[in-house]
């Protein structure tokens, strides 16, 4: 009777083992990602070791069917992958490392693509996840800027702390700034990457490649135009969380945000260009909502979750300023859609004639206005055969920055480069005035005989910062 219960016990255990089926590792500027493909669930302790600096992952019950030699470390924080039998049973992986990383795991069950995974993700500390952070100085000017423009938001909340400015001159005096002329930063998303694909086309073209060439080709049009300069949120094949995409473009301050995609419906037979806001309500058509839904499941490819916090906000007015500004971002990326569906429409066909509007995770950033371009559909063979072209890739992502370039050109940011050269070319009129070296906006409230208050309340200031070459428009008295 025991002999037949530790047979069975032995058959059940046999039954369980996973296999290392395939090895997989991404290389990003800030992390590196390591995915185990197992052909059944199982625990694994992962830990480091120091002298030299190893990363040791042990998997109960498990072997290896792969060649882990073939992994491309170049870029990564691994010099060598060692593998073998541990003590007691199952297999160990050390990875030999050549900085110092901070490692989490976890694992994954299957889904549409991917059978069980164990994750090993490891981060570089103090690394950026952009290859080109931006200037502080930079960030010090965006700051000011996103400031002035919460207090403007914070202003329209009935109850909150905002006052009426005194009519009276400051008690410190701030002479005119230099103008900072600082770049309209422009955060370019290409889709997926990693272990996510994104959708495959029938000749097996997979839509993580397309649109990073894509966004390359984007971001260089960019960066060889003044006033402009560029921040991919991924260049190279690297999972990126659609949350941690949004923060990204936080951190670098991005004036806009716009995410390529190439999708694909169930059916061939869709093609041509679209371009998507985020809809704070339903899809305003089932194709965005189809759409919005296969993006979203991203993150659960790549085991990734995360939310908007503004917990440092008292919850009524947390909603109300949320509101208020996405409102705001919201009309400026339907206005800027506009632009770019123009643009596309005379390089591609589109598929719909106006600016579809849909829950895209992507695009929740209320603070950044932002839009999702699906530069075609790769489930069509011959929009497939087109977006694998380069020359139809350079065309539209010239059609895209055409478009965003037109709106910035209207309205740029004050303290941009845009703006410097639009109030330089400007020819004040009688009730306007250019601001010069040594001014300050007390002594050009009493020069023209207003209130400091009302000379802040018809150009927008906040404060009583103001820059050289600047363009004031006087009220009346």
Known sequence: MVAGCLTLVAGVSSLQAATVESMRLWSAPDHARL???????????????????????????????????????????????????RDGGGLRVVLELNREISPRHFTLPPNDQYGHRLVVDMEYPGESAVENPIDPIEAMIRDQEIMARQANVQAQVPGSEATPMPDQAPTEVQPAQPHPQRDIIIAIDAGHGGEDPGAIGPAGTREKDVVLEIARRLAAEVNGTNGFKAVLIRDG????????????????????????????????RPQGSSVYALSQRG?????????????????????????????????????????????????????????????????????????????????????IPSLLIEVGFISNPEEERRLRDPAHQQGLSTAIFSGLREHFERNPPPASLLAWQRDNQHRPTGNEYRI??????????????????????????????????????????
């Open 35 to 85: 995915v185990f493909d197992l052909s059944a669930a199982t625990s694994a302790n992962v830990f480091a070791l120091d002298n030299p600096s190893r990363l040791v992952i042990d998997l109960d019950d498990s072997q290896m069917d792969t060649d882990a030699s073939t992994l491309p470390l170049d870029g990564s924080a691994i010099d060598a992958v060692r593998t073998g039998v």
């Open 237 to 268: 094949d690297y999972f990126i969380g659609l949350r941690q995409r949004t923060q990204l473009a936080r951190e670098q301050k991005a004036d806009f945000f716009v995410s390529i995609h190439a999708d694909a419906f169930t059916s061939p």
């Open 283 to 367: 899809a305003t058509s089932e194709t965005a909502q189809w759409l919005a839904d296969s993006e979203n499941r991203s993150d659960l490819i790549g085991g990734v979750d995360g939310s908007l916090s503004l917990r440092d906000k008292d919850q009524v007015l947390r909603g109300v300023l949320l509101d208020l500004t996405m409102t705001a971002t919201l009309n400026d990326s339907l206005s800027i859609g506009g632009q770019v569906l123009e643009q596309l429409g005379r390089v591609n066909r589109l598929h719909k004639s106006r600016v579809e509007q849909a829950g895209f995770m992507v695009l929740k950033s209320p603070d």
């Open 436 to 477: 010069r070296s040594g001014d300050t906006l007390s002594a050009i409230a009493v020069r023209h005989g207003v209130p400091v208050n009302q000379l802040r309340q018809a150009n927008d200031l906040n404060g009583d910062v103001i820059r050289v070459g600047q363009v004031l428009r006087i009220p009346s008295s």
